[in-house]
Each structure stands twice: as C-alpha cells, then as structure tokens.
C-alpha cells in the first residue's frame, strides 16, 4: 500500500517552494516515514528549523512547528525539551544554518546530549541567500562569494558532533533515499542527541557553478563516492579520501540532559 503522506502534511501549503531537483523534498519525505515507523503521536511531537531553505520544511507538516531566527533553532529545540521533556522533539535545517551561524548551540546540543534529533541537510553551501560559501563547501569549490575556488578546509560534520558529545551520529545522502528514514527513525529511537547528517543537492546555487550538468550527475557522484560504515572499517585513511562514509558513525548510551536535570531540580527541593 501506498504511503499515506498526507496524514502528516499541512492541508492547502504544497506545492513547496523548493527548485526542481532540489535534494530537500526527498529528506521530507523520509522524514515522514521515519516519523510514522516510530508511531510519534502528532501533538507530542515538535519540529524546529532556523532558517534556509531547508528550515521551510517544517511549514509543510502538520505538527507542532517552529520556524525560529538563523541558526537558533537547536536553542529554541532545548527550550522546548526542558520545558516539556515528554514531546518528541526534532530539528530540520541546513549546514548554514546549523554548523555556521548556529554552530554554538549545535556544539552545545550534542554536549549536553539532549534527547532531539538534528536532522542536518548538507547541500555545501548557503542556498536562499544565494549561494554564499559555507563551511561545508569543498575546498576549491565554487561559491557566489569565491568564484576563484574556496580556500577553506571543511567541516567534517560527522566528528564534529561526535567530538562535541553526541550519542548518535548518522550520515547518508539524498540518493539513498530508504537509508534516510531508517536513519531518522534509529535517531528518533535513540535517547540522547542524535545528528543525522543527509548530503543533499542545490542545483541551484551549488551545482551549476560547480559545472555539475544535471542533477542526475549530481546524484550519481552520491551514489560513487559512497562507503557503508562497515566497508570503511577495512580501508585505509587513502583509499577514503573523498569518499562519503554512510551509516551510523557513532552510537553510545550516555546520561540524557533532561534526566539529569530533573535530578538536580529533586536535591535543590529536598535542600
Ligand atoms: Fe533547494 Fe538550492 Fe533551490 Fe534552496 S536554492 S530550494 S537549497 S535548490
Ligand atoms: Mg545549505
């Protein structure tokens, strides 16, 4: 049988806004699905974005949503979880978004380890304001802010939040469509801060200064460069030069923010 998508998307807000080929429709799609594998309760469930193209995903579901100021979203996520630790609590944004302006509550997030799922859609540069370098833009790629190439190094995403404490760290693409979901659903699952970074395409901004001729090609160097976790395990340090490691990174049980701060709140009453 079909899936029911409309159960969960907001009735009169599609068609999205997205250019065609760009990868965040497909993210939307698997996020739903994980939402429905996991049986979330749609009143308790919240979904926050900071602001980009990614962040208008969640003005197309029919949750609880919060569309916040760039790159604030996991703050106003925390917000959301302490105050009501019972919701499910997730976060759709883009790399601009969440490792640039907002990289400080990201970093934060992952410390404390709270229970929300960070769905991270890394398409390589900043998209709605035009195509601006991020710090997800390959070195010697072309963005509207360097036309001669990028000179930075890259954030690795992946140990980023695994060094900032996260507890579940996953990556995969926008080509491997099924392993979205399944991602999205173990972070869900998963207690603690969970990051499930998607590599996505911008066609727009991103791909044709990168002389990418569609977005097939685009897609394509996804499904190439791609390494399950497990292969990765036996390769040398050359041979995953440039390739994409995909799965879940990183998986630790560790105490959740919440829970110890309810703790703390017990001894200050018992004080
Ligand atoms: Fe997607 Fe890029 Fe268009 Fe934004 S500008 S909707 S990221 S293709
Ligand atoms: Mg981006």
Not at 64 to 74: E, K, M, P
Not at 145 to 167: E, M, Q, W
Request: charged fraction near 20%; proline fraction near 5%.
């Amino acid at each position: 049988m079909a899936f029911d998508y409309d159960k969960y998307l907001r009735p009169g807000k599609l068609p999205h806004i997205w250019c065609p080929g760009c990868g965040h429709g497909i993210i939307l799609k698997g996020l739903l699905r994980a939402i429905d594998a996991c049986g979330l309760d749609k009143d308790n469930t919240a979904i926050v974005s900071g602001i980009g193209c990614a962040s208008r995903l969640p003005g197309y579901v029919d949750f609880n949503t919060l569309h916040t100021a760039h790159g604030r979203a996991a703050a106003f996520a925390t917000g959301i979880k302490m105050a009501k630790p019972e919701m499910n609590v997730l976060v759709v944004g883009g790399d601009g978004d969440g490792v640039a302006i907002g990289g400080n509550h990201f970093i934060h997030a992952c410390r404390r380890n709270i229970d929300m799922t960070y769905i991270l859609c890394n398409n390589f540069i900043y998209g709605m304001t035009g195509g601006q370098f991020s710090p997800c833009t390959p070195t010697g790629d072309r963005a509207s802010t360097t036309p001669y190439g990028n000179p930075d190094p890259v954030f690795d995403i992946g140990k980023l939040a695994i060094g900032a404490g996260a507890s579940f760290v996953a990556r995969t693409t926008s080509f491997h469509a099924t392993q979205i979901d399944k991602l999205i659903a173990e972070g869900i699952r998963h207690k603690g801060m969970a990051v499930i970074e998607v590599l996505d395409d911008c066609p727009t901004t991103y791909g044709r200064r990168n002389k990418f001729r569609s977005v097939v090609d685009m897609m394509k160097r996804f499904k190439e460069l791609a390494v399950p976790v497990a292969k990765a395990a036996s390769m040398s340090k050359e041979e995953l030069e440039g390739k994409i490691v995909t799965g879940i990174l990183h998986q630790e049980q560790r105490p959740e923010y919440c829970e110890q701060y309810a703790e703390v709140v017990k001894r200050a009453q018992k004080s």
